[in-house]
């Protein structure tokens, strides 16, 4: 397969349900992912664009689910099913989600 442009990681880290830290799995990230791939796909960017990788913790548990892009080398955070359509949208015109774009702030918190 080639090289896609972008890869995102979805942080599907599971823990328990009363683990103090919680886990983006618990909060729908398996389900963020699976949407992120289907959706990349029917815009036709699944082949060279982007591809949604399941990722374990990406140490920004208090801000999940998290998204990790790359190579653009930012967090989205608190992402649900009901942002995925804004984010591949945010791909396909070269942009991204401001609203969803963790600050140092959040990134200091972990
Ligand atoms: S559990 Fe998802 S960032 Fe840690």
Request: charged letters at 25%; proline letters at 4%.
């Amino acid at each position: 397969m080639p090289q896609r442009q972008r890869y995102l990681f979805v942080c599907t880290n599971q823990r328990a349900e009363d683990h103090p830290k919680r886990s983006c799995a618990t909060r729908g990230a398996v389900e963020v992912q699976r949407l992120l791939k289907d959706q990349l796909k029917a815009r036709g960017l699944a082949t060279l664009g982007a591809r949604a990788c399941q990722s374990s913790c990406l140490d920004q548990c208090s801000s999940g689910v998290t998204i990790l892009v790359e190579p653009d080398h930012f967090f989205y955070g608190r992402v649900t099913v009901e942002d995925v359509p804004e984010i591949v949208e945010a791909l396909a015109n070269g942009t991204r989600v401001e609203r969803l774009v963790l600050t140092a702030g959040d990134l200091a918190r972990g």
